[in-house]
């Protein structure tokens, strides 16, 4: 369904239309640059939950443009090509593969609910990458490799993965998007964790950790790799010194919605300021020289 909340870029239809952006691209163009444009949204649980937050669209283009930028000055390729106004920005039009790759610093999130003998909070020495099918109806399993088969198995991402079992194979060849083998895997773990390294490092200057996050890529006709889709408070863990009291992301939305309630009216000021401090942060990253 469509709904258009932002200004319309004149000349141009809607491409894809996801819970928080839409991709738009020119009519009668060689389609390989399109428009992203964020919507004032905050959901969860895929959607089922959804509050109308005037200004997020504003405060997370600030973000991902920064953060953007700072990955493709650091040399690791990214869809992002230039901020068009508050709320919209130019990228490349990427075939996206359906994975949400997740980064982790700490043991935190879904982490703890498939490993339930780590402590809250244990930090990994190498950041831990996993895979998740994005794939509404499945829930977005996490994908664990079978080298023997050559394919992923699907597990639910939320219990350990010895517990219920596999609940699907992802058969190879089903989608040319997906890697295949072993050297496919490695170039989007590689890409994850690059971004990952640059981010944390980043976010510590402003007195942040960088506790995970989820990117996820796709390819150009050249199937060369790019990180596409957006990365902002989200998408991301972030904690003020390191504090999980002191979160400034989503969770604070998420963790309203599993108490079964709606924000108060000074819960949503807390949420967009969250938003609106990690825009501030990001906004700092190009002064930094990193
Ligand atoms: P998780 O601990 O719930 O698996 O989340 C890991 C990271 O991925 C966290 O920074 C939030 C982000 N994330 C998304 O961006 N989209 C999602 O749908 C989910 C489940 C997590
Ligand atoms: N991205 C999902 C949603 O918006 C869930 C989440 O981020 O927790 O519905």
């Given at each position: 369904m469509t709904q258009i909340v932002g200004r319309v870029p004149r000349g141009h239809v809607?491409?894809?239309e996801g819970k928080t952006k839409i991709i738009w691209v020119r009519i009668r163009k060689r389609k390989k640059r399109?428009?992203?444009?964020?919507?004032?949204?905050?959901?969860?649980?895929?959607?089922?939950?959804r509050e109308f937050v005037p200004g997020k669209e504003i405060a997370v283009t600030e973000t991902t443009c920064n953060i953007f930028r700072l990955l493709n000055r650091s040399g690791i390729p990214t869809h992002y090509h230039k901020k068009i106004n508050a709320d919209t920005y130019l990228i490349s039009l990427l075939d996206m593969i359906p994975i949400e790759i997740v980064v982790r610093r700490k043991a935190f999130g879904s982490y703890l609910k498939r490993n339930s003998h780590e402590a809250e909070g244990t930090t990994f020495a190498q950041p831990l990458v996993e895979f998740f099918y994005k794939n509404d109806t499945m829930s977005d399993p996490m994908m664990i490799w079978q080298p023997e088969h050559q394919c992923f198995r699907l597990y639910h991402p939320h219990e350990p993965p010895e517990e219920r079992g596999a609940i699907g194979d992802l058969k190879a060849g089903l989608d040319p998007l997906i890697p295949r083998?072993?050297?496919?895997?490695?170039?989007?773990?590689?890409?994850?964790?690059?971004?990952?390294?640059?981010l944390e490092e980043a976010f510590k200057?402003?007195?942040?950790?960088?506790?995970?996050?989820?990117?996820?890529?796709?390819?150009?006709?050249?199937?060369?790799?790019y990180i596409g889709d957006q990365i902002d408070g989200d998408s991301c863990r972030l904690w003020m010194g390191g504090d999980k009291s002191k979160a400034v992301d989503k969770d604070r939305y998420r963790n309203i919605v599993k108490q079964g309630r709606v924000p108060t009216p000074e819960?949503?000021?807390?949420?967009?300021?969250?938003?609106?401090?990690?825009?501030?942060?990001?906004?700092?990253?190009?002064?930094?020289?990193?």
């Open positions: 809607v491409r894809a399109g428009l992203a444009q964020n919507k004032p949204f905050v959901t969860a649980g895929d959607g089922k939950h083998n072993e050297a496919e895997i490695e170039r989007l773990e590689v890409i994850a964790i690059e971004a990952f390294l640059v200057h402003v007195g942040i950790t960088l506790v995970d996050f989820k990117i996820e890529c796709g390819y150009d006709q050249d199937r060369r790799l819960e949503r000021a807390l949420i967009i300021g969250d938003y609106q401090r990690i825009a501030t942060m990001a906004s700092s990253f190009g002064l930094m020289g990193l």
